[in-house]
Every structure is written in C-alpha cells, then in structure tokens.
C-alpha cells in the first residue's frame, strides 16, 4: 500500500542511492561471535557465569531463566546458581543468547 503523501513511483526509504532499506532488528541479540555465548554442542552438565563489569543491566538473563539470575538494586546481574539443573538447559542456553553485552556465558563441565 503506498502512503498518500507518496507518489506510487517515488522511491522509498534507502531506495533511492540502491541501499537496501533500513529494517528494525527484533528479538533477542543473536550469538554471534563472542565464544563466551557461544551455545555448548554437548550434552553433558552445564555452569553459568556473569560478568556484572560487562552487564549492561538490559534484564534478559531474568526474563529467560529467572530461576537462574536475578538482577541487584543497581540492575546488575546476579547469578542464582551457577550449576544448571537439566530441566533448565535451555533457559541457560536463552539467556546468554539474550545477553546483548555478553555478561553472561555458559559452557559444560566436565
């Protein structure tokens, strides 16, 4: 549908120079390439940690898994335990795909 004060032929946003238009991200931030994010290929048993120097206070750790990480008067996160309980494995996996600063990570223990 072509808005009406904009001619059918007129080029739209980012249309005009040939860019691409410009989109608004949804969702969670995705892993990337921050190894500390980067989601365990195993199985086995898995251990959180949280850099509250690096939080950014955004709350999605407590948001995927609030059994899991809580957030201080001053925002931060809190890590409730570090050891994660089977059932809570994807939540784990969720919140530090969430992370948008990195603050938390997750890998397996032996």
Do not use: I, K, Y
């Amino acid at each position: 549908m072509v808005s009406p004060d904009r001619h059918e032929d007129a080029p739209g946003p980012g249309e005009a120079d040939g860019s691409p238009p410009q989109t608004t991200p949804r969702g969670p931030a995705p892993l990337g390439g921050n190894p500390s994010r980067t989601a365990p290929h195993g199985t086995g048993p898995l251990r959180l940690h949280a850099d509250t120097g690096v939080c950014a206070g955004a709350g999605q750790c407590v948001r995927a898994a609030p059994d899991l990480f809580d957030q201080g008067d001053d925002g931060l996160v809190v890590l409730l335990r570090a050891d994660v309980p089977e059932q809570a494995r994807e939540r784990a996996l969720t919140a530090a795909d969430w992370c948008p600063s990195g603050a938390v990570g997750v890998r397996e223990t032996p």
